[in-house]
């Protein structure tokens, strides 16, 4: 008889975990991968030293965040560099939230690991939908009145792209109660730079804003990211995490994307994707089986259509990945489109055409 595993707490055994795009699917060199918002460009940042690397890399934290600073136009003591914004998320519930007490809330549909992580702390989650027009509205008055302890705001958001306007997000700051974390997660943020909050900090020490390099950057294999916020709120971070969690060539590959003439390689390459997305989007909006398509702030565009099923499933078929997402905004058939270069979104539209055109002729012929 084999020994029984070991039984986790039921917390644990009833959460649903976060399903990543490459669970879902192997990479492989032979298809197309537009199913987790990364860039479809090489970094080209040359090979990294091995020397030193018998020591933890202490030093290249503060280094890093010294850079990361000056990128993101922020003092150096605002910045606490992490593997990610999935370890920024963990760290502000982790430190912030008493287990079986506070209360986490975001605004949805939204990236998953905002739940997964709350759950795992323990946490009461709550969602705050957005309506129909992808306002904040509904979800402020609950945040003014109730009692979270952490509040996450995706801008622009996973998966509709959207962005929220700038005007709600400063009723929200003005109306959470003070006591309130909100938490924006600004993992696009370069594809819509000019909408940043981080000029929002030194007003709202409650502001924690979140950055990554995995998207603009396309830096994802070094999962390096930030927590720009009040001081106060980054020692309490220290607090919870783990000892050295940035692995010394990965702070060095982060380094040097943030040297200026890759900050200029990767403002451009942001350009080409906004333009390709601009012009892939439009086309999208000629298909007759597409329902409706929200306008993208990001390196994706999220589109509902009648048959997403069957088109995803053709995509696949043809070797290209994308992400079929579950129901949002009172439909189903939504797909999410990550921007990759011009040739991959033309195979894309290839495809969608050839289906859109059979699924026209049939609706003709009956
Ligand atoms: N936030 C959002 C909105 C995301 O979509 C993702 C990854 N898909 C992340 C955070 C994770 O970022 P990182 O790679 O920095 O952990």
């Known amino acids: 008889m084999v020994d029984p595993a070991p039984i986790p707490p039921p917390a644990i055994e009833a959460m649903e975990p976060y399903v990543s795009a490459r669970m879902l699917t192997a990479f492989s060199k032979d298809a197309t991968f537009l199913d987790a918002n990364e860039n479809p ?9 091995t020397d030193g690397l018998q020591h933890y890399a202490d030093e290249a934290r503060e280094q890093l965040e010294h850079a990361y600073a ?7 003591e605002c910045v606490f560099a992490a593997r990610g914004i999935d370890e920024v ?12 007490i ?13 739940r997964v992580t709350s759950d795992i702390q323990r946490c009461a989650f709550t969602s705050l939908p957005y309506d129909d027009s992808l306002s904040l509205q509904d979800g402020l008055a609950k945040i003014a009145a109730g009692d979270f302890r952490v509040v996450f705001l995706c801008r ?25 974390i909100i938490a924006v997660d600004e993992a696009y943020i370069e594809f819509c730079h000019a909408e940043t909050c981080v000029d929002r900090l030194k007003q709202f020490p409650n ?37 050295y969690p940035l692995p010394g060539p990965c702070s060095q590959i982060a380094l040097r994307a943030l040297e200026d003439d890759n900050v200029a390689q990767m403002q451009n390459r942001v ?28 390196n994706f565009v999220a589109a509902c259509f009648a048959d997403g099923p069957s088109l995803y499933a053709e995509l696949r078929n043809r070797g290209i990945h994308i992400r079929e997402l579950p129901p949002m905004l009172g439909q189903s058939g939504w797909l999410r489109f990550s ?5 991959q979104m033309e195979d894309v539209l290839g495809t969608l055409v050839d289906a859109d055109t059979a699924t026209s002729l049939r609706a003709a012929r009956s």
């Open 339 to 343: 921007i990759g270069t011009r040739e």
């Open 70 to 76: 000056r990128f993101a136009g922020v003092d150096a």
């Open 41 to 49: 460009f090489d970094p080209d940042l040359g090979v990294f030293e």
């Open 271 to 298: 350009r080409y994707l906004c333009e390709v997305r601009d012009s892939f989007a439009g086309e999208l909006r000629s298909l007759v089986g597409m329902t409706r398509l929200v306008a993208s702030e990001t």
């Open 156 to 180: 622009p958001n996973n998966p509709t792209g959207h962005l929220a306007p700038g005007d709600e997000v400063d009723l929200l700051l003005k109306t959470a109660p003070r006591g309130t």
């Open 89 to 100: 998320i963990d760290l502000v519930v982790k430190a912030f939230c008493e287990p079986h």
């Open 207 to 243: 502001l924690v804003v979140m950055r990554t390099l995995s998207k603009a950057f396309g830096l994802a294999g070094i999962h390096t990211g930030f927590c720009l916020a009040d001081k106060r709120v980054l020692t309490t971070l220290a607090k919870v995490a783990n000892p």
């Open 102 to 114: 506070d209360r986490v809330a975001a605004f949805t549909p939204t990236y998953g690991q905002y």
